[in-house]
């Protein structure tokens, strides 16, 4: 059974950082491809970033383009969401999670483990 663990959420001013990670355990890590989406208070779920099952391909939502990046660490079976800049619209729960495949992948249907979420709140 494959678990994914998020942490890392907070409390954070406009301009701001925060690092997210995603524990994940219960199945190869490294074959799978990640990624990260977010939902914010009355909004539906939105995809973020992407990774591919190596780390060589990122993708990225127009929004966060330039200021997150996306990283995995194989080793440590777990993903990253380095986010800079930070603006009151990136206030959401973020959710990671595990694709079927080892390409990167952007909808939602295309990924099958999710995790619980980690709330991001960025105050103006």
């Known amino acids: 059974q494959v678990q994914l663990v998020e942490s890392g959420g907070g409390l954070v001013q406009a301009g701001g950082s925060l690092r997210l990670s995603c524990a994940a355990s219960?199945?190869?890590?490294?074959?799978?491809?990640m990624g990260w989406f977010r939902q914010a208070p009355g909004k539906e779920r939105e995809f973020v970033a992407a990774i591919s099952w190596s780390g060589g391909s990122t993708y990225y939502a127009d929004s966060v383009k330039g200021r997150f990046t996306i990283s995995r660490d194989n080793a440590k079976n777990t993903v990253y969401l380095q986010m800079n800049s930070l603006k009151p619209e990136d206030t959401a729960v973020y959710y990671c999670?595990?694709?079927?495949?080892?390409?990167?992948?952007?909808?939602?249907?295309?990924?099958?483990?999710w995790g619980q979420g980690t709330t991001v709140t960025v105050s103006s």
């Open positions: 999670a595990q694709a079927y495949g080892s390409n990167f992948a952007r909808r939602s249907y295309e990924y099958n483990h």
């Open positions: 219960g199945r190869t890590f490294s074959s799978y491809a």
